[in-house]
């Protein structure tokens, strides 16, 4: 059975998060910044914000690395398939091919090893992932907008990672009854 999209939320209507939108609009007009690192406690529009921003760019395509990915999911590897099948070496593209031109969202992104970390950051800043194994190099573009979320309680980005991101942003739940009514 085929799940109906989900409808995205505007971007526009996000209430109350401005430093988070101008980061966001920034690194969309800008993928090479390095991407922004949110860092917030639930229900801060964390997620929200990068499917609406998604939206926003011409692919509108919004990404998501699962937590427990390979680094061969995420930048991909040699398509087995085809080695046995054609006896030809050709390239399997990974996540960051598919969000080429659009979101990489990475919730939890303070979970993540250090190495698929150092992945991620690498290709946002340059805009091309290389791939060298099994005798084979491959680059391709790999010009995206990377997001990565955490919320703080469940555990801190190391130092290093943190200097990575091109803009962080710590968000905070709002109170204010008018913001609230707002939201």
């Known amino acids: 059975m085929n799940e109906a999209p989900r409808p995205a939320f505007p971007f526009t209507a996000l209430v109350g998060q401005d430093a988070l939108r101008q980061a966001l609009l920034l690194a969309a007009i800008d993928p090479g910044l390095g991407g922004v690192l949110i860092s917030g406690p639930r229900g801060t529009a964390k997620s929200t914000s990068a499917r609406a921003l ?3 760019l011409p692919e ?3 990404v998501s690395l699962p937590l427990g990915a390979s680094e061969e999911r995420v930048v ?3 398509d087995v398939e085809a080695a046995l099948r054609e006896g030809r070496v050709a390239f399997a593209p990974g996540l960051l091919a598919a ?3 659009g979101v990489l969202y990475v919730d ?3 979970l993540l090893p250090d190495a698929l970390v150092d992945v991620l950051l690498d290709a946002a800043a340059s805009g091309v992932n ?3 194994r099994d005798g084979i190099s491959h680059s391709h573009p790999a010009s995206f907008v990377l997001i990565g979320t955490m919320n703080p ?3 801190e980005l190391r130092p290093q ?3 990575r991101f091109g803009l962080m942003v710590s968000l905070e739940n709002c109170f204010d009854p008018a913001v609230r009514q707002a939201i």
Do not use: F
């Open 161 to 163: 990672l943190i200097d």
């Open 76 to 78: 991909g590897t040699l």
């Open 99 to 101: 969000a080429h031109r």
């Open 54 to 56: 998604a939206e926003l």
């Open 60 to 62: 509108g395509r919004l």
């Open 108 to 110: 939890e992104v303070n």
């Open 130 to 132: 290389t791939v060298e």
């Open 153 to 155: 309680e469940e555990g």
